[in-house]
Structures are given as structure tokens and as C-alpha cells.
């Protein structure tokens, strides 16, 4: 299986930035789409981003849209969510995903999850 690990998520001012990142190891990681998904408490998970294998084709929500931007490193195995312009509806429980093919909007169609990391946004 993979295996992936969140980090950089911490607390923030409204209009500040943070970049997380999410480091996978296992059996392949070059061959995986891979996607950023955010939870806040009583909501459902929800799509943020998504990077196909190659790092050139990326999808966004349109609720982050010109705000985050995803990139893949595959040298260091690992993916990023820059995110700029932050806002209090950002704050959420931030995870990283992995599947096999393309990019997908769906969590159900993701295969491996890390454990997440908390993003806070105050006003």
C-alpha cells in the first residue's frame, strides 16, 4: 500500500498563507493522482484539488480556485497545497489522498488517505 503524511498546517490571520505538504512512501507513488480534501467539524470531506501523475494537469474547486495551488515533486515523493489568501472558512482538517488513474473530484474513488493536518484561520 501507500503510506502518506500530512504537515505544515498550524493557525493563521485571514489573508495570510500556509503550504502543506504530504510525503508518500510505499509501493509507487509516481503512477498516483493525487488529491487534497478538507473537513470542518459537522461537514462533509470535501474536494479541495487534484494533480494527475505528471504534475501538468491539476483541478480545483471553484471554492479555492485562483487561491491554492497544488504541485507534485516526484523526486522528493511528495505533494504540496500552497494556499494564499486564506480565509475563516478555510479552517478545516486538511488530508492528503492518493488513487490509481486520473484526477477525481470524489473521495470515494480515493485509495490511500493520510492522517491529516488542522488548518485554523481566524479573523
Known amino acids: 500500500q501507500v503510506q502518506l503524511v500530512e504537515s505544515g498546517g498550524g493557525l493563521v490571520q485571514a489573508g495570510g498563507s500556509l503550504r502543506l505538504s504530504c510525503a508518500a512512501s510505499?509501493?509507487?507513488?509516481?503512477?498516483?493522482?493525487m488529491g487534497w480534501f478538507r473537513q470542518a467539524p459537522g461537514k462533509e470531506r470535501e474536494f479541495a484539488a487534484a494533480i494527475n501523475w505528471s504534475g501538468r494537469s491539476t483541478v480545483y474547486a471553484d471554492s479555492v480556485k485562483g487561491r491554492f495551488t497544488i504541485s507534485r515533486d516526484n523526486a522528493k515523493n511528495t505533494v504540496y497545497l500552497q494556499m494564499n489568501s486564506l480565509k475563516p472558512e478555510d479552517t478545516a482538517v486538511y488530508y492528503c489522498?492518493?488513487?490509481?488513474?486520473?484526477?477525481?473530484?470524489?473521495?470515494?474513488?480515493?485509495?490511500?488517505w493520510g492522517q491529516g493536518t488542522q488548518v485554523t484561520v481566524s479573523s
Open positions: 489522498a492518493a488513487r490509481v488513474g486520473g484526477t477525481s473530484w470524489s473521495a470515494y474513488s480515493y485509495d490511500y
Open positions: 510505499g509501493r509507487t507513488f509516481s503512477s498516483n493522482a
